[in-house]
């Protein structure tokens, strides 16, 4: 099962960096969506501080959407999802490797967006900015992995991925806003009362969309 | 016609119960001291909310239905389920705006408190599991689909309920459901209660009518089926 996971996810990454399509484009998207950002929202250094974690985290779900609905649009365009769903590997392995592989792709693209953030914005990039994004990465990654693999299934992928996914994500968006907020604001996460800790609550939020993802993955994988 | 007269009795006695329901919200009960008449909205509103909350945990049973034994039924009763919840849901939403304009002094980026933002959310969600439903291989895939966003929706909306609580929650608790026993004077209470049963009991028949439109839909697609197959197998014959 863990091999089938890596194998898949290896696969991914290896035909991403082999082509080089997404990731380029990926990091340009973002460099692009602040350059838009610091117009639009017509950023100084007073507004800076306030506008940031917002900004952060709309760039963030809009690359992931793009993100996630190449991984599954990709293989439906070159057919190569039903021959990948005929090897006997589990529906639920591959889809965990998918997911593995698309993660790993937001992930390039917030190491992009973070120093991006910090030259155009001046936004501080701290230990805790950093563990919030990656700890959201891992359960917006399985829902949005979800999503896209049952929207590349569907005739209007590109409507539908958005339509779903970005409801789903907005536990992490709340949670996640506030924790970046905080942190940027030079508030200590660590001083939180425990309950509230956002940290945690992502993580819990992660377990709790892993397991309801690679259940509905078999369902939605399995023809 | 005939086998409908069952449905149109079951809407008639609908239509009878809501105007009973407007006469003790309308004439029974009193006015309120402090918020005057917009109070009366109140009943309306958490009754329409709940209902909604039925249609969605209908598509909720629907859809587990489905995915374990492959039933036909259970996706209709989501089907027909979503569709009402999302009417009830935008009554609520619609309502509520009215009720909190001069109470809040509606302000919306005030607003932005627990309650309301996973009723849009859930609004959303559900209009969500329609478009899936259009845009699917309509048959078993779309069914399948549906039934996923169905649950995923059910799953997330508490979780987004709990993650907005940790801003200040404008809108009031729970006046009903408290430990010291409802805190409504009683004719107040009784005036909601029925107003609760009515609608609840309009939501249900609304879902039945539902169900057998979409079971009508079934139908004559299995007979369109039917009679490509037999166009199919006549010409292969000859």
Redesign the interface.
């Known amino acids: 099962m863990l091999r089938v996971v890596v194998a898949v996810a290896v696969k991914d990454l290896r035909a991403e960096l082999r082509g080089r399509e997404l990731l380029p484009a990926l990091a340009q998207f973002v460099v692009l969506a602040l350059v838009i950002a610091e117009f639009a929202f017509d950023v100084d250094g007073s507004t800076a501080p306030r506008l940031a974690p917002g900004i952060l985290w709309l760039v963030l779900v809009f690359a992931g959407l793009v993100a996630f609905g190449r991984a599954f649009a990709a293989e439906k365009e070159s057919g190569s999802l039903e021959a990948l769903l005929l090897t006997p590997a589990g529906a639920g392995a591959i889809f965990a490797g998918k997911t593995l592989a698309a993660a790993a792709t937001l992930v390039a693209c917030e190491l992009v967006l973070l120093p991006a953030m910090a030259v155009f914005l001046g936004s501080p990039i701290s230990v805790e900015v950093v563990a919030t994004v990656l700890v959201a990465t891992v359960g917006m990654a399985a829902?949005g992995c979800?999503l896209a693999a049952?929207a590349a299934?569907?005739?209007?992928r590109e409507?539908?991925l958005p339509?779903?996914a970005?409801?789903?994500w907005?536990?992490f968006v709340?949670?996640g806003g506030?924790a970046v907020q905080a942190a940027m604001s030079g508030q200590s996460l660590a001083a939180m009362p425990l309950a509230?800790q956002p940290l945690l609550?992502l993580a819990d939020?992660d377990v709790?969309f892993l397991v309801?993802a690679s259940l509905?993955a078999r369902?939605?994988l399995d023809? | 016609m005939t086998e409908n007269r069952g449905l149109y009795a079951l809407a008639a006695v609908a239509v009878a119960a809501m105007l009973v329901a407007a006469w003790t919200i309308f004439l029974y009960a009193p006015q309120d001291a402090l918020q005057g008449p917009v109070q009366r909205i109140f009943y309306l509103h958490v009754s329409s909310a709940i209902a909604a909350f039925g249609c969605f945990a209908l598509v909720v049973a629907g859809s587990v239905v489905y995915l374990w034994r492959g039933s036909l039924r259970g996706d209709r009763l989501g089907r027909a389920g979503a569709v009402v919840g999302l009417v009830f849901t935008t009554n609520t939403i619609v309502m509520g705006m009215i009720y909190a304009k001069p109470i809040w002094n509606w302000d919306p980026t005030q607003t932005w408190d627990a309650t309301l933002t996973s009723t849009v959310v859930l609004w959303c969600m559900y209009a969500g599991y329609l478009l899936v439903r259009r845009f699917a291989t309509p048959g078993r895939p779309a069914m399948r689909f549906a039934a996923i966003v169905g649950i995923l929706g059910f799953v997330d909306v508490p979780v987004i309920y709990f993650s907005v609580q940790w801003w200040r929650t404008l809108h009031p608790g729970h006046v009903l459901l408290t430990a010291r026993g409802p805190q409504l004077p009683p004719q107040m209470l009784l005036a909601f209660l029925v107003t609760m049963v009515a609608t609840l009991y309009l939501a249900g028949v609304l879902v039945a009518v539902r169900y057998r439109l979409e079971a009508w839909r079934d139908a004559r697609e299995d007979r369109e089926v039917a009679a490509q197959l037999e166009l199919a197998s006549s010409a292969g014959a000859r």
């Open positions: 829902l979800l049952l299934q569907t005739r209007a409507l539908l339509v779903l970005l409801p789903i907005i536990p709340v949670v506030r509230g609550v939020l709790l309801v509905a369902v939605v023809d």
